[in-house]
């Protein structure tokens, strides 16, 4: 060969220094060598040694090439090492899996509740809070606030009045009657300004957007249909276009399709985006101003920032417009509508309070992973003690402690890669389970989906989970001696103090993570409950609505009230119906007509705008029906002919403006102007909002004011349900063009409760999965611990310990770790209370029932661990325990 | 011109990959061998042979290690693999192909001379 071979371990391991300092040595070598052959033939050493290096050539420009093709070269190889390493590691691990399938089931399955739950609602902030809104100029989509009623011109004059805003357009949701091309159907509708589309960025799929002509009465006779209506109820038929439909409303008894939206496509700002089915023009009839505009049923307005526009600049401008329109007309705007309006983004003013709460969600989500992880950290070192001879074996062999911890890191992070997409799979079937899309009452929950970002987060999470789960285990498992014959003992050395102590900062930690959940889900239960059980100030049990919605152009003048006269003669004397009474606005839904009025013995407030009150119409017999109290005088009754002016009023109203006096026989003149006497005082209903204080109502009677749609309330001793059919052929009968919708009204105020409620459960369902978690890791670590300790029991009892000792020593070494979890628990339960009291309602956030019967399951839980091995062990014989250990 | 470079490069592993083919030399060995070989005729810059050297090595043609020479100095070693062999077989035998076909075309000149 001619040369020794130097051996060169950690070849793998040179540093960029390792490597140049080679090239020179190589090169130095050369040049010594060429030196000592010209000196042999009679050079001189410095000139032999500069001959040389004219020779070489460019001396350092070689180190340099060199250096950096070794270096790169060193670079691919440890790169394919470490892959090398990997692919076998990843291999081992899977084998080993193998062996136990037992351990690796509830390993795999355990992380995949934990990932599974933190992606689940992971998923949910990502759709509500991240993803940004649907539609292509998202990023300059804007809303004006607060959502205050404007009228048609107002918006329009708003609008005109920002040039910060590129576009903007007012909306509002219609119910309209679509008759012909199949049943008579009420369907939700949108009317909105012509410049909608460019706000959102969207076009219509076929046809074209509204014109900017089309908002007067004269011309606004067209309607854009829904891709959903399209394809079910005009089969998807292209020639919809330019035909006219029968659907009443607006002004208009028929209008021409002149557009479909795309497929998918949501409008913002509505609770189910899904259920509008078509879009109609907001329109005014020319000449109409702000003060003589009645259109007061624009909800909200949206818009479009210009090019070099901000919220701020927009805000400024909006406070102008709307000072403005206050200096000309007066007590149309109050002042703190001019001074509370602002642009905010829309997605902010979408989302806004949920944002709280679903991030309070998350955090509780993480403590059920790092339950997860702690359950399996629990199974991790138990492994680790079995395998010590494993272990031992293979650093025999010549593994470092870095590459087995190395190996052991590699087969958690298997573990969580199947825990992982275990979890995305059980992420899915738990946003199902929970009823997200459909029932939360979220915003943007129709928009629900798992994306890349959420499968990114997956594996952030199962990443971390690993360090978490993973590190301290394998650290412990290759620590100290692993020579073969000290780890041949068999017995699990593992229990010297620091891994007893290990133990027991499990046990407190699982126990201060499950209780800290569980809490909270209590408490928030409790406050559902507390809320639903709140006087909403009428029966809704037993009662069923029926909103019937009579075609405005047909049904002019009297012909309302003669035809409400003869449905409530009709209902009544349905089989089963009690009492029958109607209201023209649905209960706890939000829709509200807010009037202006003067009452007597009242001054009009000078510079500010008249107090209002909420108004509604009522028929006989409604607040009897409701089983509404009455507090003075009466309600509505036959006396009530067409040309009187009876007014009820509510207590909040009468407290508020007669307080202590009777308010029977007073005058309120509404708008200012319009007389009405003051006839009975009925009790509060909590329209809004079950935790909010009612507000001030007053009701007219339909025999005195003209409205078309009426909500007919029929009180039943049994399920309103079963009446739904009947009622709804009782309006058929009468005039089959008019639409009937039926539904329980105890079921209208659950609704209203939506979001608190998916709250409550989901949080439940999150601490009894913790409340699992935790018993089944606590119970795992506590019978471990137990059974490691059998030798001493033995020793002890052949020492002449009782039973009663031994179980007691057992029983008192549980108890300590409890006790700590359980105080770190309660703090961390309180710590929860305290972000949770903008949810709680009537509970106090101290309220220890529901900590003290979670504190009470893991103690419980831990004990029985503790004890059940111990039993066991006294039962045997001490000599019997100490020899087979 | 890119043509002639490549040549020269061709050539240059070629002498490297013959010099290696009887036994393994370090650096300065190829150079005395090619030196030798050829009576002087052909000196090639030392920084550009290492470069070759590494050229090789990046091609697998030749493999290198550390190693103790004769008189007890630490130097690299360059082996050829059978890769290199394989190299070594085939470009030969091109180049006897490509001279011999020059001297066809050259040979008339020098015999009328």
């Not at chain 1, 039962?875 to 250990?885: C, H, K, T, V």
Request: proline share 5%; glycine share 10%; with cysteine.
């Amino acid at each position: 060969m001619g040369y020794r071979r130097l051996s060169r371990p950690h070849e793998w391991r040179r540093t960029r220094r390792d490597i140049g300092a080679d090239v020179d040595e190589e090169i130095a070598f050369h040049l010594e060598m060429r030196t000592e052959a010209l000196m042999a033939g009679g050079m001189e050493r410095e000139a032999a040694a500069a001959q040389a290096a004219r020779e070489f050539g460019d001396a350092p420009a070689l180190r340099r090439t060199l250096s950096r093709s070794d270096a790169r070269r060193q670079r691919r190889w440890r790169g394919a090492l470490w892959l090398d390493d990997l692919r076998q590691d990843v291999r081992f691990a899977v084998r080993s899996f193998r062996r136990e399938p037992g351990f690796t089931t509830i390993a795999v399955a355990t992380l995949a509740l934990g990932i599974g739950a933190a992606v689940a609602i992971f998923t949910v902030v990502n759709t509500v809070l991240l993803r940004p809104l649907p539609y292509p100029t998202h990023e300059r989509l804007v809303q004006v606030a607060p959502s205050v009623n404007f009228n048609i011109a107002l918006s329009r004059e708003v609008a005109a009045a920002t040039p910060s805003l590129a576009a903007a357009s007012g909306l509002s949701l219609w119910t309209m009657t679509l008759t012909g091309d199949g049943d008579a159907a009420r369907l939700t509708g949108q009317a909105v300004g012509s410049d909608f589309f460019r706000v959102v960025g969207v076009q219509p799929a076929l046809g074209r957007p509204f014109r900017a002509d089309e908002q007067e009465p004269g011309t606004s006779g067209v309607v854009i249909l829904s891709w959903s209506t399209w394809t079910t109820r005009y089969g998807a038929d292209p020639a919809v276009i330019g035909r006219r439909i029968h659907v009443e409303g607006g002004n208009h008894r028929d209008r021409e399709v002149i557009g479909v939206m795309p497929r998918g496509f949501a409008p913002p700002l509505t609770a189910r985006p899904d259920e509008v089915a078509f879009w109609i023009p907001l329109s005014l009839a020319a000449g109409r101003t702000v003060a003589t505009d009645s259109t007061w049923y624009v909800n909200q307005v949206v818009g479009l920032l210009a090019e070099g526009g901000s919220a701020e600049t927009a805000t400024a401008e909006v406070r102008a417009a709307l000072a403005g329109v206050r200096e000309e007309h007066g007590a149309l705007i109050g002042e703190e509508h001019v001074r509370q309006a602002a642009v905010v983004p829309l997605r902010d003013s979408m989302v806004g309070d949920t944002r709280t709460t679903l991030l309070m969600l998350q955090g509780a989500v993480v403590l059920v992973l790092l339950l997860a992880c702690a359950n399996l950290a629990n199974l991790l070192l138990a492994r680790g003690d079995r395998r010590r001879q494993e272990l031992a074996a293979r650093a025999a062999l010549g593994g470092t402690r870095a590459r087995l911890v190395r190996e052991l890191l590699t087969e958690g992070a298997v573990l969580a890669a199947l825990g992982a997409a275990a979890g995305l799979v059980l992420a899915d079937v738990l946003l199902q389970l929970l009823r997200v899309a459909d029932a939360s009452g979220l915003p943007r929950a129709a928009e629900l989906a798992m994306d890349g970002r959420v499968v990114g987060f997956a594996v952030a999470v199962a990443a971390l989970a690993v360090l978490a789960f993973a590190l301290l285990p394998a650290l412990r498992a290759t620590r100290g001696d692993l020579r073969p014959d000290v780890a041949a003992a068999g017995r699990p050395q593992g229990r010297t103090r620091g891994s007893r102590r290990i133990g027991a900062v499990l046990i407190a930690a699982e126990v201060a993570l499950a209780l800290t959940l569980v809490a909270g889900a209590g408490l928030l239960l409790q406050s559902v409950r507390t809320l639903r059980a709140v006087d909403p100030g009428m029966r809704t049990e037993g009662v069923l609505s029926l909103e019937v919605t009579l075609p405005p152009a047909e049904y002019d003048g009297n012909r309302p009230r003669a035809f409400f006269a003869l449905l409530h003669e009709r209902l009544a004397a349905l089989p089963g119906v009690e009492s029958v009474g109607a209201i023209h606005l649905l209960p706890f839904t939000g829709s509200n007509w807010g009037f202006p009025y003067l009452a007597e013995g009242h001054a009009p407030p000078s510079g500010a705008p008249l107090p209002a009150a909420n108004f509604r119409i009522a028929t006989p017999g409604y607040f009897e029906t409701v089983s509404m109290p009455v507090l003075a005088g009466r309600t509505f009754d036959g006396t009530d002919v067409a040309d009187g002016s009876a007014l009820v009023i509510n207590r909040a109203m009468a407290e508020q403006l007669w307080p202590g006096e009777d308010a029977v026989g007073r005058e309120i003149r509404i708008f200012g102007s319009m007389p009405a006497r003051v006839v009975g005082v009925v009790g509060d209903v909590h329209q809004h909002a079950l935790d909010q204080a009612p507000l001030p109502e007053m009701y007219r009677p339909l025999s005195q004011w003209h409205v078309t749609t009426m909500v007919v309330m029929l009180r039943t001793s049994g399920d309103p349900r079963r009446l739904a059919d009947a009622a709804r052929a009782v309006v058929r009968d009468i005039d089959p063009h008019v639409p009937a919708e039926a539904r329980a009204l105890a079921e209208v105020l659950d609704d209203s409760m939506t979001q608190r409620r998916f709250f409550a459960r989901t949080l439940t369902f999150f601490g009894l999965l913790a409340l699992a978690l935790g018993s089944v890791g606590v119970y795992g670590v506590m019978s471990y611990a137990t059974s490691a300790r059998l030798p001493e029991f033995g020793v002890r009892m052949a020492l002449g310990a009782s039973e009663r000792q031994v179980l007691g020593t057992s029983l008192r070494s549980a108890m300590l770790p409890v006790a700590v979890g359980v105080a770190a628990g309660v703090l961390g339960a309180l710590a929860t209370t305290r972000l949770l009291e903008s949810l709680l309602f009537g509970v106090q956030p101290d309220d220890p029932r529901v900590l003290l019967a979670s504190a009470g399951v893991l103690a419980a839980v831990s004990m029985l661990a503790s004890f059940w091995p111990a039993l066991r062990a006294t039962r045997a014989e001490p000599m019997r325990i100490l020899r087979d250990g | 011109m890119t043509d002639s470079m490549d040549l020269i490069r061709g050539t240059v592993d070629m002498l490297i990959l013959r010099a290696l083919a009887e036994e393994a030399l370090h650096g300065y060995g190829v150079s005395q061998w090619i030196r030798g070989r050829t009576a002087g005729t052909l000196e090639l810059q030392d920084a550009a042979l290492y470069q070759a050297l590494r050229r090789l090595e990046e091609r697998r043609l030749v493999s290198a290690e550390w190693g103790v020479s004769e008189n007890n100095r630490r130097a690299r070693y360059y082996t050829l693999t059978r890769a290199g062999r394989k190299r070594l077989a085939s470009e030969a035998a091109a180049w006897s192909r490509y001279a011999a076909a020059v001297s066809q075309v050259l040979t008339p000149l020098g015999q009328e001379g």
